[in-house]
């Protein structure tokens, strides 16, 4: 993306949005599919590339490199009950007896709100019953700073008029903000974004029959979420 809803130059060709997440989810599926090696954006953090406070590209960059050395599994079956793009990945690493399932649900309206309702059933399993920990990891709203840094925007009286490249950039510089004292406020925020910005792993269990393990979950719209599942007995 070259630029943003407002028109302006986009810095670092990604949006802050959390549409952004599921944005990248489904190009790296892209790419899965076409055997793309390697991608990555200008900026992952409010400071460009230093540490701050991550966006939702960093996020869902760092859900698809949990699944580095796992191999794909094709053919899995799953539903979704919503008019969105929703897509799905499983892969199996045998070394860690660990499974990764991974969905996104993607609308090309950057504020579309609404739940996509998923199911999935992974069939062909050498473990052929009992329980398994599953850790769920989600991207969405909730993780992301960047409605925060809005708000603070709004409240701080600060316009689109005020920027000089994108205003929907989650990158907080200089570029963005040429006004020395309005890149302070930010600045000075910046351990609350952090904090606002920190993902969340909830353990969930889930029972598998006869070989097949069957996932169920809902996200939001725009939301990616990565399933870690141990295998072992």
Known sequence: MLTGIDGKPLNP?????????????RMYHTMLDEGID??????????N????????????SN??????GAVRLHGTSSTA???EKVGGIAALNKAQNKLYVLFYAYS??????????ISCEITGLEKKSGKVTAVRTLISDDVNFFDEYLADREKAGITQNDYGWSSDSFVISSTELPNPSHLQIFRDKM?????????????ESLTIKDGLLLVRTAIPVHG???YEIALAQ
């Open 13 to 25: 060709r990604a949006a802050g949005y959390t549409w952004q997440a599921a944005y990248d989810a």
């Open 38 to 47: 390697y991608f990555s954006h200008w900026a992952y953090t409010a400071n």
């Open 49 to 60: 590339i230093l540490p701050g406070a991550l966006s939702v590209s960093a996020h869902t």
């Open 63 to 68: 859900l698809f490199h949990r699944m580095e």
């Open 81 to 83: 009950d919503t008019k």
């Open 108 to 117: 090309d309206d950057v504020f579309q709100k609404g739940q996509a309702d």
């Open 191 to 203: 351990p609350y974004y952090v904090e606002c910005s920190t993902l969340k792993h909830v353990s």
């Open 224 to 226: 990616v979420v990565l």
